[in-house]
């Protein structure tokens, strides 16, 4: 009994000397997510100097827990206390565990910061911050809040946190109805989901705050309706201009030189493998070129894919002109060919083609975001559309080949060597599908089987628009797209195809030769 | 006459291109007495090849294994590789090959329900023995069928669990592409879902056709669905390929994971090692296994991956542990038997246990599924997941969802007497082998 009381004796000495140790940062190596997210919170409001710091450090994963309690920061000369900011010497890595992260603690490291930047250097850090705390709503936050509101000098800034500041009183319990009401005004003027969500949060306020929250709802909501009008033409152009570029190309080589070309789809996905090695390259040898891979991958998965275009034309669709059955089926045997060959080159797995930084990230133009990689693809479809046009339209070999395509004999009397010209073509038109490869890569996976997905959706470009006319195709590509994304939000992505693919049929009964049909002689021969 | 020559000429070079890539496949054609033959029936072309190479790559290291380790009743094990090429009804023509022609006691392979699906009359026929080693929706129990991957409550009902009580999420998108599995598992999840209070109008579904790849749309109804003030997450039965550009689409429409999060079943690591994974980092997994599990047992077996591929990148998954599982059951069970005849094997299976790579033993069921725990992990940066939960236990698999009304009377026991794969315990009827 004795000895029992000694211990606890002991114990009840020895835990005052555990407490001196523990501060706010000690929580943060607990395995406990609660306890992690609960030390970050108490930590950003501690004012301790090094709290920046260390909740930046785990927002990128880069904060340790040593096995002797202290806390490391991993930067790039070594590593740092976090306790101190002192740099740390003899650090024995595989001692270290990262501090457990999941998003419970991301959110509070999100809360944290927004208050902690709030006060920071540059406009857009502190703008960053009023937006975390406009999501994190916390209420503890709104003294701090209002000295951030009467010292800021950025009108742009301020408004963002007068949101941020009514989005808070909401969560207050303190605040009054009037209070609130003002808020529910500064949000409905915001606008945009996150309003929405906020103000569709408020149905358990009192009567008179829960009414003007849903009114605000409404007006939001019939604003809403409004842009998913705009949306759906928006996103309609987007695939309409992907549509564009993988139909481009076979706008030439069947189109033009009438080949039913089924390996069209390959001769993409090689021109995404091309964007793919230039970023090899790029990654292993010149890292710096990193945001101008695709600038470099665009002309070479030209050459690439135009020149494996000549070598098939040259090598097998020439034995094949004027039989458009066989053309069919070897095309098809190419196709399998080419994607087992990739896949045992490069493996059947999927390949990572990086996004340039300027491609990522998204605008808000009004209620619809727009990302910048798929407007990016919409300028350059209008490029390559505009280049082939010229070059069919102003150059040697442009008007050759429409000479050839027109009337082949005529052509071949006044001196144009035709076989010649119809490999060229036909190089021109893989060249054209290339290049959409590397736009392709950065919507969709770069895997052998990435051309199989956009070969019916061409063909049915082409012959929508009418065969041999590019402007055909633009506009067939764009009705195509707008038509399936106003169909898919009603009818679901599934069923919205089929529609899409009926209406098709039903026009093509009626209208043969597409929207835009070629006359003259050449094309009744 | 010259065309009927040209006619030939077409199909000629069609059949020399489906030639070629069929000659490719290793075809093991020695054969002796003193071998044991196991069959692999994993597609190597086509689309499915992303997935099942891998786990063809497994079975021939776990073969040459047990023949280093002395063989299995004093015989040594030779696989005997086909190519189904992602081909339904060639699944089941290879399947028939394997058993009639290579005598093999017993098969590992197909990747998806509908394989599996056009595989099983002819097992059942043959009364050869398949391991599956997928999750998938469950509804389904064959004598001949050893189902190593997870049912619906091994994977799907654990993660929503896990969002409702440590993301307090209240509306629910079900987003899956247009096939049996995501179908049947959302049906599960909708009535589990509305059983436990979630009103109709919180839950959205969505289907999307094999290989979308765009999502502009969806990804903003699912932001607009998700802007009604009650916190939402995505459940994604999204199969492997169509999920890289949705994670995309939703990073680019600055959708992260501490707003919405994805909760994936089909997505492991190996699908993320060809993903910018950067904007996926929080999202979601539920699986039995992730390769960052630290324990020796997994330690060792990605170490005999890595050198077995000498490939120091290559990654492990959940399916490949289902196979790892799989083959040491069916050696074990062999062992018992004292013979490979299938019908003996099938008998002395139920009640094997073996460790698994999480660190504990899993079991062989009556139902022929086994015992798995269930782990949610969350992407990092670097393309592994963090475990942030798992169940205390290992989880026994609910071959037929109690939360359907067509199955939930349903029950599957293949051990003598009732040796049943869908008993009706109301009616106390045995609905036949399986449904």
Same mark, same amino acid.
């Given at each position: 009994?004795?000895?029992?009381?000694?211990?606890?004796?002991?114990?009840?000495?020895?835990?005052?000397?555990?407490?001196?140790?523990?501060?706010?940062?000690?929580?943060?190596?607990?395995?406990?997510?609660?306890?992690?997210?609960?030390?970050?919170?108490?930590?950003?409001?501690?004012?301790?100097?090094?709290?920046?710091?260390?909740?930046?450090?785990?927002?990128?994963?880069?904060?340790?827990?040593?096995?002797?309690?202290?806390?490391?920061?991993?930067?790039?000369?070594?590593?740092?206390?976090?306790?101190?900011?002192?740099?740390?010497?003899?650090?024995?890595?595989?001692?270290?565990?990262?501090?457990?992260?999941?998003?419970?603690?991301?959110?509070?490291?999100?809360?944290?910061?927004?208050?902690?930047?709030?006060?920071?250097?540059?406009?857009?850090?502190?703008?960053?911050?009023?937006?975390?705390?406009?999501?994190?709503?916390?209420?503890?936050?709104?003294?701090?809040?209002?000295?951030?509101?009467?010292?800021?000098?950025?009108?742009?800034?301020?408004?963002?946190?007068?949101?941020?500041?009514?989005?808070?009183?909401?969560?207050?319990?303190?605040?009054?109805?009037?209070?609130?009401?003002?808020?529910?005004?500064?949000?409905?003027?915001?606008?945009?989901?996150?309003?929405?969500?906020?103000?569709?949060?408020?149905?358990?306020?009192?009567?008179?705050?829960?009414?003007?929250?849903?009114?605000?709802?409404?007006?939001?909501?019939?604003?809403?309706?409004?842009?998913?009008?705009?949306?759906?033409?928006?996103?309609?152009?987007?695939?309409?201009?992907?549509?564009?570029?993988?139909?481009?190309?076979?706008?030439?080589?069947?189109?033009?030189?009438?080949?039913?070309?089924?390996?069209?789809?390959?001769?993409?996905?090689?021109?995404?493998?091309?964007?793919?090695?230039?970023?090899?390259?790029?990654?292993?040898?010149?890292?710096?070129?990193?945001?101008?891979?695709?600038?470099?991958?665009?002309?070479?998965?030209?050459?690439?894919?135009?020149?494996?275009?000549?070598?098939?034309?040259?090598?097998?669709?020439?034995?094949?002109?004027?039989?458009?059955?066989?053309?069919?089926?070897?095309?098809?045997?190419?196709?399998?060919?080419?994607?087992?060959?990739?896949?045992?080159?490069?493996?059947?797995?999927?390949?990572?083609?990086?996004?340039?930084?300027?491609?990522?990230?998204?605008?808000?133009?009004?209620?619809?975001?727009?990302?910048?990689?798929?407007?990016?693809?919409?300028?350059?479809?209008?490029?390559?559309?505009?280049?082939?046009?010229?070059?069919?339209?102003?150059?040697?070999?442009?008007?050759?080949?429409?000479?050839?395509?027109?009337?082949?004999?005529?052509?071949?009397?006044?001196?144009?060597?035709?076989?010649?010209?119809?490999?060229?073509?036909?190089?021109?038109?893989?060249?054209?599908?290339?290049?959409?490869?590397?736009?392709?890569?950065?919507?969709?996976?770069?895997?052998?089987?990435?051309?199989?997905?956009?070969?019916?959706?061409?063909?049915?470009?082409?012959?929508?628009?009418?065969?041999?006319?590019?402007?055909?195709?633009?506009?067939?590509?764009?009705?195509?797209?707008?038509?399936?994304?106003?169909?898919?939000?009603?009818?679901?992505?599934?069923?919205?195809?089929?529609?899409?693919?009926?209406?098709?049929?039903?026009?093509?009964?009626?209208?043969?030769?597409?929207?835009?049909?070629?006359?003259?002689?050449?094309?009744?021969? | 006459?010259?065309?009927?020559?040209?006619?030939?000429?077409?199909?000629?070079?069609?059949?020399?291109?489906?030639?070629?890539?069929?000659?490719?496949?290793?075809?093991?054609?020695?054969?002796?007495?003193?071998?044991?033959?196991?069959?692999?029936?994993?597609?190597?072309?086509?689309?499915?090849?992303?997935?099942?190479?891998?786990?063809?790559?497994?079975?021939?290291?776990?073969?040459?294994?047990?023949?280093?380790?002395?063989?299995?009743?004093?015989?040594?094990?030779?696989?005997?590789?086909?190519?189904?090429?992602?081909?339904?009804?060639?699944?089941?023509?290879?399947?028939?090959?394997?058993?009639?022609?290579?005598?093999?006691?017993?098969?590992?392979?197909?990747?998806?329900?509908?394989?599996?699906?056009?595989?099983?009359?002819?097992?059942?026929?043959?009364?050869?023995?398949?391991?599956?080693?997928?999750?998938?929706?469950?509804?389904?129990?064959?004598?001949?069928?050893?189902?190593?991957?997870?049912?619906?409550?091994? !994977?799907? #009902?654990? *993660?929503? =669990?896990?969002?409702?009580?440590?993301?307090? &999420?209240?509306?629910?998108? %079900? $987003? +899956?592409? /247009?096939?049996?599995?995501?179908?049947?598992?959302?049906?599960?999840?909708?009535?589990?879902?509305?059983?436990?209070?979630?009103?109709?109008?919180?839950?959205?579904?969505?289907?999307?056709?094999?290989?979308?790849?765009?999502?502009?749309?969806?990804?903003?109804?699912?932001?607009?669905?998700?802007?009604?003030?009650?916190?939402?997450?995505?459940?994604?039965?999204?199969?492997?390929?169509?999920?890289?550009?949705?994670?995309?689409?939703?990073?680019? !429409?600055? #959708?992260? *994971?501490? =707003?919405?999060?994805?909760?994936?079943?089909? &997505?492991?690591?190996?699908? %993320? $090692? +060809?993903? /910018?994974?950067?904007?996926?980092?929080?999202?979601?997994?539920?699986?039995?296994?992730?390769?960052?599990?630290?324990?020796?047992?997994?330690?060792?077996?990605?170490?005999?991956?890595?050198?077995?591929?000498?490939?120091?990148?290559?990654?492990?998954?959940?399916?490949?542990?289902?196979?790892?599982?799989?083959?040491?059951?069916?050696?074990?069970?062999?062992?018992?038997?004292?013979?490979?005849?299938?019908?003996?094997?099938?008998?002395?299976?139920?009640?094997?246990?073996?460790?698994?790579?999480?660190?504990?033993?899993?079991?062989?069921?009556?139902?022929?599924?086994?015992?798995?725990?269930?782990?949610?992990?969350?992407?990092?940066?670097?393309?592994?997941?963090?475990?942030?939960?798992?169940?205390?236990?290992?989880?026994?698999?609910?071959?037929?969802?109690?939360?359907?009304?067509?199955?939930?009377?349903?029950?599957?026991?293949?051990?003598?007497?009732?040796?049943?794969?869908?008993?009706?315990?109301?009616?106390?009827?045995?609905?036949?082998?399986?449904?």
């Amino acid at each position: 009994m004795n000895f029992l009381r000694t211990c606890l004796v002991l114990i009840l000495l020895a835990a005052p000397a555990f407490a001196q140790t523990e501060d706010a940062f000690t929580g943060l190596a607990s395995n406990d997510f609660d306890a992690i997210s609960a030390a970050i919170t108490a930590l950003a409001l501690s004012g301790d100097k090094q709290a920046s710091p260390t909740i930046h450090a785990i927002q990128d994963e880069a904060l340790y827990a040593a096995p002797d309690g202290s806390l490391l920061i991993k930067t790039e000369p070594g590593y740092v206390d976090a306790r101190t900011g002192a740099p740390v010497a003899d650090v024995v890595e595989d001692d270290l565990v990262g501090v457990r992260v999941n998003n419970k603690v991301r959110r509070a490291v999100d809360a944290a910061l927004g208050s902690l930047d709030l006060f920071a250097a540059t406009p857009d850090g502190r703008r960053k911050a009023a937006e975390a705390v406009f999501l994190s709503r916390d209420p503890a936050i709104l003294p701090a809040l209002s000295k951030a509101i009467a010292a800021e000098t950025n009108d742009r800034v301020r408004v963002v946190m007068r949101q941020a500041q009514a989005a808070s009183q909401l969560a207050n319990p303190d605040a009054t109805d009037a209070e609130r009401l003002a808020a529910v005004a500064v949000i409905r003027a915001k606008g945009g989901l996150e309003a929405q969500s906020l103000l569709g949060s408020l149905r358990d306020q009192t009567p008179a705050v829960a009414n003007a929250a849903a009114e605000a709802l409404t007006a939001l909501a019939r604003l809403q309706q409004l842009w998913s009008l705009v949306q759906s033409v928006i996103y309609g152009l987007s695939l309409g201009s992907v549509l564009l570029l993988a139909a481009a190309g076979l706008a030439i080589t069947f189109g033009v030189m009438g080949v039913i070309n089924m390996a069209h789809g390959e001769m993409v996905m090689i021109g995404a493998y091309t964007t793919f090695m230039v970023q090899e390259v790029i990654r292993a040898r010149a890292p710096f070129l990193f945001e101008a891979s695709l600038f470099i991958a665009v002309p070479l998965a030209f050459l690439v894919s135009g020149g494996i275009g000549i070598v098939i034309e040259r090598g097998l669709i020439r034995f094949l002109y004027g039989r458009p059955l066989e053309t069919l089926l070897a095309t098809w045997g190419l196709s399998l060919v080419l994607q087992q060959a990739v896949r045992s080159l490069f493996g059947a797995n999927n390949r990572d083609v990086g996004t340039p930084q300027w491609m990522s990230g998204a605008t808000e133009w009004g209620g619809v975001t727009v990302t910048y990689n798929r407007l990016t693809i919409v300028v350059f479809a209008v490029l390559v559309l505009a280049a082939l046009m010229a070059v069919l339209r102003y150059t040697a070999l442009g008007l050759r080949m429409r000479a050839v395509t027109q009337n082949r004999r005529m052509a071949a009397a006044m001196g144009i060597r035709t076989p010649w010209i119809d490999a060229l073509t036909f190089g021109l038109g893989s060249g054209i599908a290339g290049m959409a490869g590397v736009a392709l890569s950065q919507i969709d996976n770069v895997s052998p089987n990435l051309g199989q997905g956009y070969i019916i959706d061409s063909f049915m470009v082409v012959v929508f628009g009418g065969v041999g006319n590019l402007w055909g195709t633009l506009v067939s590509a764009l009705t195509l797209g707008i038509v399936n994304k106003f169909l898919e939000p009603i009818a679901g992505a599934v069923l919205g195809k089929i529609f899409v693919l009926v209406l098709l049929i039903l026009f093509i009964q009626r209208k043969p030769r597409g929207m835009f049909p070629l006359k003259g002689r050449a094309v009744e021969q | 006459m010259a065309s009927i020559r040209h006619w030939l000429r077409g199909i000629g070079l069609v059949t020399a291109a489906v030639a070629a890539t069929s000659i490719m496949t290793p075809q093991a054609q020695a054969q002796t007495a003193d071998t044991i033959k196991i069959g692999i029936l994993h597609s190597l072309s086509g689309t499915m090849a992303i997935s099942e190479t891998t786990l063809k790559d497994v079975m021939l290291m776990l073969i040459d294994e047990q023949n280093k380790k002395g063989g299995l009743l004093g015989k040594k094990l030779q696989a005997v590789v086909v190519d189904p090429a992602s081909n339904w009804p060639l699944f089941a023509e290879k399947a028939r090959q394997l058993i009639t022609v290579d005598k093999v006691a017993a098969v590992f392979g197909c990747w998806t329900s509908v394989s599996r699906k056009s595989v099983l009359p002819v097992f059942e026929e043959t009364g050869n023995i398949l391991f599956y080693p997928v999750q998938y929706e469950g509804e389904e129990s064959s004598k001949n069928v050893f189902y190593t991957g997870a049912a619906p409550n091994q !994977q799907a #009902i654990p *993660a929503v =669990d896990y969002l409702m009580a440590n993301e307090k &999420v209240k509306r629910w998108v %079900l $987003a +899956g592409t /247009d096939y049996v599995y995501p179908r049947t598992t959302n049906k599960i999840l909708e009535a589990y879902l509305k059983s436990k209070g979630v009103a109709a109008d919180d839950i959205m579904i969505n289907y999307i056709p094999f290989g979308h790849s765009d999502w502009q749309n969806i990804v903003a109804s699912i932001k607009k669905f998700g802007s009604a003030g009650k916190k939402t997450a995505v459940v994604s039965t999204i199969n492997g390929d169509a999920n890289v550009p949705f994670y995309k689409e939703l990073g680019n !429409q600055g #959708i992260k *994971a501490t =707003d919405i999060p994805v909760v994936a079943f089909s &997505v492991g690591e190996e699908e %993320l $090692a +060809g993903i /910018d994974t950067k904007p996926l980092v929080g999202h979601l997994t539920a699986w039995n296994y992730f390769e960052s599990i630290n324990n020796p047992a997994n330690k060792a077996f990605i170490a005999q991956w890595k050198a077995y591929t000498k490939n120091p990148k290559r990654t492990t998954n959940d399916p490949m542990e289902a196979h790892y599982i799989g083959f040491n059951m069916w050696i074990k069970a062999v062992q018992k038997a004292g013979t490979t005849d299938p019908a003996k094997v099938i008998d002395a299976m139920v009640g094997i246990s073996v460790p698994n790579l999480t660190g504990g033993y899993s079991a062989m069921m009556p139902n022929h599924h086994i015992t798995k725990p269930v782990l949610i992990g969350e992407i990092r940066a670097d393309g592994q997941m963090n475990t942030v939960w798992q169940t205390s236990g290992t989880v026994v698999a609910n071959e037929w969802s109690p939360y359907l009304e067509g199955s939930k009377d349903l029950i599957a026991d293949w051990r003598a007497p009732l040796s049943c794969g869908n008993f009706n315990v109301v009616t106390g009827k045995c609905g036949g082998a399986s449904k």
